[in-house]
């Protein structure tokens, strides 16, 4: 059962574009939302990340919007990079099961983003 | 980067095998998660540790073990290797309330 989708597959932006890639869930009991990028060869690395009591977080270039009632969340990349080419994913977790820290991720499948230059 | 380190990077191995991967987590962090990433897809998770026990397990068979050690470092065991264990195995070390942060991973090839 995936109880996280993450569209499109593959997203190709000209520089200087915006970059959206969407999840939803099912799992009401996640409570953390974090988006890693990934480089060929190399292991994610954490970009961001969102808790369900706010629906807007901004780092730098990248911003998550979530929507808890509509259970989605998505990743918007502002002026696009040549850099920035590499794989995405959205994932969600469970923070704490009976006080001790659990964060298992369920990972979606992956956006291949490629930035044009 | 991150100070999470795996070794070896690469390994091959032969069906039926055993193999050890290790993992040393970020200073600071006591918890240790264990991911595998076949090709093309998103990891999955295997299981995680804290403070030296097991702290929840994913879909995978008994073959898969591990064990945590008290500097936090961490071991993944697997037994009687088959072809589809080929995959990027990926350690995670996090610490309560905080974000999971992954190593460059251990690139696993069974023929």
């Known amino acids: 059962q995936q109880q996280v989708k993450q569209s499109p597959q593959s997203l190709i932006v000209q520089k200087g574009g915006i970059s959206i890639i969407n999840c939803a869930y099912e799992?009401?009991?996640?409570?953390?939302f974090p988006w890693y990028q990934q480089f060929p060869g190399k292991g994610p690395a954490l970009l961001i990340a969102?808790?369900?009591?706010?629906s807007e977080k901004k780092e730098g270039r990248f911003t998550i919007s979530f929507n808890k009632s509509a259970k989605q969340f998505s990743l918007h990349i502002m002026d696009s990079q040549p850099g920035d080419s590499a794989t995405y994913f959205c994932?969600?977790?469970?923070?704490?099961?009976?006080?001790?820290?659990?964060?298992?991720?369920?990972f979606g499948q992956g956006t291949i983003l490629t930035v044009h230059p | 980067e991150t100070g999470v380190t795996q070794s070896p990077t690469h390994l091959i191995k032969t069906r039926g095998q055993q193999v050890t991967l290790r993992c040393s987590s970020q200073s600071g962090h006591n918890t240790v998660s264990w991911y595998q990433q076949a090709l093309g897809q998103g990891p999955q998770f295997i299981f995680q540790?804290?403070?030296?026990?097991?702290?929840g397990r994913g879909n995978f068979p008994p073959r898969f073990s591990g064990l945590q050690f008290p500097n936090y470092s961490s071991e993944l065991n697997v037994n009687a290797l088959e072809l589809d264990d080929s995959a990027l195995y990926l350690c995670?070390?996090?610490?309560?309330?905080?974000?999971?942060?992954f190593g460059p991973g251990t690139r696993l090839t069974v023929t």
């Open positions: 540790y804290y403070r030296e026990e097991e702290n």
């Open positions: 994932a969600a977790s469970i923070e704490y099961a009976g006080g001790t820290s659990y964060g298992k991720l369920t």
């Open positions: 799992n009401t009991a996640f409570d953390y």
């Open positions: 995670a070390s996090s610490r309560q309330g905080a974000g999971q942060y």
């Open positions: 969102i808790r369900p009591d706010v």
